[in-house]
């Protein structure tokens, strides 16, 4: 620890008291590297402050010190976006501590969290309200309302209700410098400028410390029905989220999964079996819901829609889930894919977007794009169709030593599947960020106008560059590659 860190350390437990600092080492170091064991670092120390005021406090001192901070939740990042750097350079800021839910209001449709709230623990509190928070994602047991509003989280239901973006009424954060933004107020209109709530929504923790939400609600349902549909192609599974969405708003679920990854599933994910008898090379996974007992129960409205599309030769084969376990054990196939192909060996994992579409077509040319240009490799996509974000993943060779795959032609593999995905006008990040994984390739990929934007934007927020350093912007550009 140098001496600015010591000081700052010293001046948080005055201060806050000896729970908001951190310092044993055997404490410290689950936190130092990232769920998937890519990215690991080194931080002196952990400050854990429990309130807004102390979030300020932390910041103005190390504003003034001029140390570094790594905001850091439920340490869910996909890529690295929440590990410290390995010189020890940084401290770590956790808002674990921060995990009440303020209020919330069943009549307006609005809940207030604290940055460290749970997601799962925000369901079950809407929930007993008779409402629901519309976002979910795999990770929903340990990730946290701060991290997934700074990231712009998507999950699974952005198909019908959008991202973290369009769900979050309001924030309070505190600037690099200790200063406060209010911006709690769920107001619809507000045209002073510049929306503060929104840069902080995705910057990554980059210009400051989100430290509560104000969030949209809406009824919790009342029913739902989740189907397992074999399709032959994507381009048939998108012709028939078309059809769905012509005829019915009650579809918020739509994920398109690949046969091979379905058997990464079954060979590795104990307990889990095939939906459907039979091979089929692609499948979807609907979810239609009902909020109201006057609809249509969702289980007959998919019955209804799907029996000609069956009937045409749209869909091969198809289920409607019996009962509710049935139902979780048809999302637990789909939230298990990425468990599973790490089960299965090293792959490079891409979370990229093109216009929806474009989608059918990108998936099946750049998959055999990569496995011409890479043999040995297997390239699958599957995931948010509707919304035009898939994970486009590319599996090492059967064998492979995944450091030195990682090492020798991971790299590679991303630079050419990025280069597809710009080509097609799409975007290297869909929902996951950019965090440390892909800042070479931000750089390298976009726009002088947008790079020299990101970069004044955040030097004027954050002039000492101390917020969550070597996450999105360079402090400086990062030459380009010939």
Partial sequence: MNTAQSALVEAVRVALGDKAVVTDRHDIAPWESDWRGRYHGHAPAILA????????????????????LVPQGGNTSMVG?????????????????????RAISAADNLAVAEAGVILADLHAAVGEQGRRFPLTLGARGSATIGGLTSTNAGGTQVLRFGTMRGLVAGIEAVLPDGSVHAGLAALKKDNRGYDLNQLLIGAEGTLGIITAVTLRLVPAATDRAVAWVAVADPADALALLRRLEAATQA?????????DSLQLVLDHIPGTRAPLAGTHRWHVLIEATASDAQEEAPAALLERLLAPAIAEGQVADAVIAASEAQAEAFWRIRDSLSEAERASGPAAQHDISVPVADMPRFMIEAAAACEARFPGVRASAFGHLGDGNVHFHVRAPAGADPALWYAGDGPAITRFVNDLVVAAGGSISAEHGIGQMKLHELERLSAPARLAALRAIKGALDPRWIMNPGKLVALAPIPRAP
């Fill in 49 to 68: 402050p429990d309130t807004a005021e102390g979030v300020a406090t932390i910041l103005a001192l190390a504003y003034a010190q001029g140390v570094p």
């Fill in 251 to 259: 579809i918020e679920g739509f994920e398109i999964i690949p046969g």
């Fill in 81 to 101: 976006g929440a590990t410290p750097p390995a010189d020890g350079s940084a401290l770590i800021l956790s808002l674990r501590r921060m995990n009440r839910i």
